[in-house]
Structure formats: C-alpha cells, structure tokens
C-alpha cells in the first residue's frame, strides 16, 4: 500500500477475521477516500457497459418487443447462420477489413512521421505554429469534416471538381463513386487525427535522455542518423503498443463518419458492420439479428487484442498488459 | 596519441548568464587535469566546450595545438564520458560501444577488433551480448567507457562518470579508471564535484568556483597551500577548520581570539604577514590538533560535541564559544560527548586568510613541506 494515505488504523493490530472478505471491508473501511474516487468510473462501467450485457441474450433469441427480453423463446445459433449467409454481412466484415487494413498502413505512420518532423523544427514560434495547426481538425466534429468534405468535393461548386474543369478534365462524382470511398474516407481521417496522435509520438521522443543525442554528436552522428538510430528505436516501444490498440480495433471502424458520408450507391466498399448493425438494429428494427452481429465482432476483436498483444510482447518487450 | 588542450580566455555566456568567465589553462599531453567545484559552478560547461557540445562565446580553445572552436564534436579527437552513462537502451553492450564506428565507413572485421580490444580492457567480454537493463551500474560505466575507447581518442572528457554509482563501487571504478589512464596515456579532463575523487585521480587539480579558476596545481600543492579560503574549505576530508577570529595586538606581541574567548599567540612572521589586517580567517586542519601538547602547539578549551567512530580513528567535533573545530583523533579514544577538552594546535601549521574575499595572507610553507 502506499504509504500517504495510510490512516493510523493500519498500525494497530486487527483481531482475527474469520473470512477473506472480512479483510476486504475492513481495507475498504480505511480506505474510503480511494474507493469514493473509483466509484464514477465503476458506476459508468456498471450502467452504461455491464448491465447492457444483460440484453445480449436476445442474439440466442427470436426477440419479440411484447414478450420482452425474458419472454422470447431461445433459437440459438440461428441470427449467427443466417448473418454468415448474408451477402451483406460478409460484404460488410470484408469492406470492414480492406479499410482497417488500409488505415493501418497508409494512416498509422503519419502521426510517427510528423512527431519526428516537429522534433527537428528548432524555431519555437514556428513550432507551436505547426503544432497547432495539425491539431486542430481534430477538435472539429465528424459531422461538419463530413460536411467539409462533401462541399470539398461537390460536383458543381466543390473546389476540387472546379479545378479539375479549369484544368479541361471531366468532374467526377466523388462521393457516388464505389472506388473513391476509401481513399476519401482515409486522407479525410488521416487530415482530421494524424496531428493530434503525433502528440503522443512526440511526448515519448521528449522523454528520451538528451545525453543519447549528444554523445551520438561526439562520435559524429549526422541528424539523419539521430533520427533513424536513436530517435525511432527508442519510441519503438510506443509504436508497438499503439499498433496493438489499434489492431485490436481493426474490427471497429466507427459508424458515424461512414454514416454521414456513405450513400446507397457507394455501400458496395463504404458499407462496415458497425453501420451494418445501424442499419440492421436501429432503422430495420432486427435488434436480436444486429446484437448477434455486435456479439461476433466484440468476440473477433478480443482474439484480435490478445493475439496483438501477445505479438507485441514477443517482440518489444512491451504490451498493453 | 595524447594530446595538448589548450584554453585561452574562454568564455561562455547563456543570454547574460556568464557561467565560464575568462579561463584560461593549458593541459599537457597525457596529463589528467581534474576539474573540481561545487555545483553549478560551470565544471559541465567548460568540459562541453572542449567537446564541442557548446560554442564558446569568446576566446580559443586548442586541441593537438590546432584551433578547434569551430570544429564539429567528431573532428575534435575527443571522446566523452557521461554521468547517466548515455547508452543506448535498445543496443546490446557490443552495439553500443561500436556505435560510433558503424556510422562511419569502418569495414566490420575492424569494428570487431576495436570491439574486442576495448572489451578485454575493461573485462566486459562476457556482457557484450546484453542490454544495458540487464548491467549493474558499475557495468553500465564501464561500457560508456568502452564506447570512448574504441574511437582512440587524444582526449578523454569525464562528466561526474560515478556520481551515480554506490561508494565501494565507486572507490573501485576510481581505481580503473587510473589503471586505464597510466595503461591507454590519453590525456584527460574529468569532471566531479567530489574533492576525493580530484585528489587520487589528477595530476593536477583545477578548482573552479562561479565560472572562474580559483586555484590550480598538483593535489599536494592544493591541499598544503590553498591560495583561498574556499580552496582550503573544499579540499580534505573533513576539511581544513575555519573560523572568523579577531586580532588583538599587545606591544609585540600579537595575538588571535577564537570563539569569543580562547587567545592564541602568533607567530612573528604571522605578525608581519597580516600587516594590520583585522577581519581574518583563521584555518587549522583537523590533523594539525592534537589531544596532547608538543613542541609548537597552544592549548585551546572546548567542549566534545560529538565523537564520530570512523573505525581506525575518530573524528572529534568540539564546540569552542560560537565555532566548531574538528580533529581526528587516532586509535581506539576516551574521549566522550559533554565533557570539556583541551585542544592542542600546531601553530607551525595554521593558515590565516583574509576575510574579505577569502585570500590566504599566512601560512609558513616550510613547516608543512
Ligand atoms: N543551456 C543552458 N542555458 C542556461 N543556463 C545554463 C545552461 N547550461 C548550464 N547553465 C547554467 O550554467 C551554470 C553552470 O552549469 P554547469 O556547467 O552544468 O555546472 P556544474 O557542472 O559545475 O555543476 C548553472 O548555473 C546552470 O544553470
Ligand atoms: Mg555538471
């Protein structure tokens, strides 16, 4: 135990306690200033994360609204059969996996990139200048980039297709095209969180000793030299830990970007499963169906965090736990 | 290979900050000078502008009798040492020594060699495959020198080396480094804050203070003839007694005050050295007072404050008025707290300086050489 808060009681000899549990209160009893703290976060977690889980039966259920959640007799693994016979369904975990995939390479370096270009930015003015740019669009709200990017590209009056008619070219319908989606729905997000996640990149390369760089100079190290030999081995560790968030998310591509940039005409590489399950649970009222597709995903995604972390252990030394 | 370092009037400013103020000092091949002072009086900077880590605002700094001050780090022939060892947490002992010859064009079998070389020097054969997690402090020391090795540098600069290193340890690594030295003859700077570590490693000690040289010399010619107050207070351990005294002059004789009440005579060329100077310091080392007299010494009455067993000796703090003199007192002592005493002083042996900034005004060198 820490020492600071550690009231009197601890150094007078408790009688005996006859169960485990007896221990407990009795550290709690003491100790309940540490435990108030804990408590918000444990009642969130209980209300808003554990006592949804109660519903999650209705994946094994032909879930009627009138019977209610107890009421409704148990089909088991059938939603399960039916989402693997769905050509929408598997669509979606695919479209789901190429764009992770894809962000996980063309997305996850730019943060690294820009924390390591920063760090050579000498000028302090012009420093905070860049940085402050680059974080921005990540306090913007998705629904005014989706809103951003659609005007950005509007076939009439967006700037992108006013300049590609200056230039003699035919305008494209960006935002109707299958084949777009990715790349916008990609360099949109790498514009909106690449600055701010370099702030991460960026406190672990200040936290490297100083004393590194300058006995690199003294056996004559170039800059370049700095940043490849010393600078990026030493936050390899922050990589690694990163990269294992993020595969373990690779099953998660947030619906509400999708959603607002998404139209029927581009669901053919745009449609996921999170906005799958939207699609299925909120608007086509298949609750039983969408929280079984929910049950699939959470359960890949755990393999998925595991097997990540277990990867990252192997190699780095460092996990998340 | 060892070179001469020579500095002339160097200066390093950090906006109106002067932490080094005009020093000037001229290393001879092979000589290891030791940089000594307390904190924060500019050791670091100076031994970073022979680097080359800091550019010098005014004056010449000569390596190899060729002007360096515009020289890049590598160019300088020097290698550094660092307090935190600055090793490379991601390399193995043998990457992180050979570190600095793998970003050049060496061939890998001379890496190698090099590698080798240095291990078998330092005893570090063993360890090469490891991570510097995996090494004791001692172990991780010897690596950064390793690293400086392999480069045959003409300089060695150390930074506080083993500050961050346990005492035996540190007495131990003192000692390899002094084998290093006599066996590998490069000349040295090293830096410490600690006056023991100057007085068995140089063969001359600079003593800085506040940006400036207070004193340089051998560590004999520092610890028999401080040319200051502050030098005499920081060399010795403990170190040399010094206490404010007033001077009472009776006809011919002349005579010392200390603690408000114990009256010391002069000797006649203490007299003259003083020539009227009333603000003085008076100093005695903790060897020069003895619990018996002898031939030479005045008595002094005090009280025993505290006895320090130090095992083969003691040291004896006694409370005389306001002052506190400590002595060492040989052997297994009877002498216990609160009880007064009779301290003996060796008058052949005192120094006298002057309070007002602090310069030695006597001291008879013949009593003491
Ligand atoms: N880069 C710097 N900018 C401003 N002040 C500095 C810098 N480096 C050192 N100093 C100041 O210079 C003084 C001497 O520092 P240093 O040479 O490290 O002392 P030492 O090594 O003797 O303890 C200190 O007061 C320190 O605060
Ligand atoms: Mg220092």
Known sequence: MSGAIESPATFVKQPVRASKWGEVIETMRRDWMLYAMLAPALIWFLIFMYKPMYGLQIAFKHFSAFKGIEGSEWIGFAHFMTLFHSDQFLRAISNTLVISFYSLILAAPVPILLALMINEVHSKGFRKTVQTVLYLPHFISVVIVAGIVIAFLSPTTGLVNTALRALGLEQVYFLTRPEWFRGIYISSGIWKEAGFDSIIYLAAIMGINPALYESAQVDGATRWQMIWRITVPCILPTIAVLLVIRLGHILEVGYEYIVLLYQPSTYETADVISTYIYRLGLQGARYDLAAAAGIFNAVVALILVLTANKISRRITRTGVF | ?369
């Not at chain 2, 009455?301 to 007192?329: I, K, Q, T, W, Y």
């Not at chain 2, 707290?337 to 900034?357: A, C, E, V």
């Open chain 2, 1 to 369: 290979m060892a070179a001469n370092v020579s500095l002339r009037n160097v200066a390093k400013h950090f906006g109106a900050v002067k932490v080094v103020d005009n020093i000037s000092l001229e290393i001879e091949p092979g000589e290891f000078v030791v940089l000594v002072g307390p904190s924060g009086c500019g050791k670091s900077t100076t031994l970073r502008l022979v680097a080359g880590l800091e550019q010098i605002s005014d004056g010449t700094i000569s390596i190899d009798n060729r002007v360096v001050n515009n020289l890049a780090p590598k160019d300088r022939g020097v290698a550094m040492v660092f307090q935190n060892y600055a090793l490379y947490p991601h390399l193995t002992v043998r990457d992180n020594i050979s570190f600095g010859l793998r970003l050049g064009r060496m061939s890998k079998a001379d890496i190698d060699a090099e590698v080798t070389r240095a291990a078998s020097i330092l005893e570090l054969g063993p360890l090469l495959d490891r991570r510097p997690s995996d090494l004791s402090g001692g172990q991780r020391q010897r690596v950064a020198m390793g690293r400086a090795i392999v480069r045959n540098p003409s300089v060695f600069l150390f930074d506080e080396p083993l500050s961050n290193l346990d005492a035996k340890l540190r007495t131990q690594m003192r000692a390899e480094i002094k084998r290093l030295h006599s066996r590998l003859r490069n000349t040295v700077i090293y830096v410490t804050h600690d006056q023991l570590e100057a007085m068995t490693l140089a063969d001359r000690i600079v003593v800085m203070r506040g940006g400036v040289i207070e004193q340089m010399g051998t560590p004999k010619e520092l610890f028999d003839a401080p040319v200051s107050s502050f030098v005499a207070g920081f060399m010795g351990s403990p170190p040399m007694n010094l206490t404010p005294c007033s001077v009472v002059s009776n006809g011919d004789a002349t005579s010392v005050t200390l603690g408000g009440t114990e009256k010391l005579s002069l000797p006649p060329a203490a007299r003259e050295a003083i020539n009227g100077t009333e603000q003085l310091t008076f100093g005695v080392r903790p060897e020069d007072i003895r619990l018996q007299p002898r031939e030479g010494t005045q008595p002094i009455n005090g009280l025993v404050e505290l006895v320090e067993p130090l095992g083969g000796e003691s040291l004896v703090h006694v409370r005389v008025g306001d002052d506190l003199f400590v002595m060492r007192a040989e052997g297994r002592t009877t002498v216990e707290s609160d009880r007064p005493i009779t301290l003996h002083l060796d008058m052949q042996r005192i120094y006298l300086f002057d309070r007002k900034g602090g310069r030695r005004v006597y001291h008879d060198m013949e009593a003491t050489s």
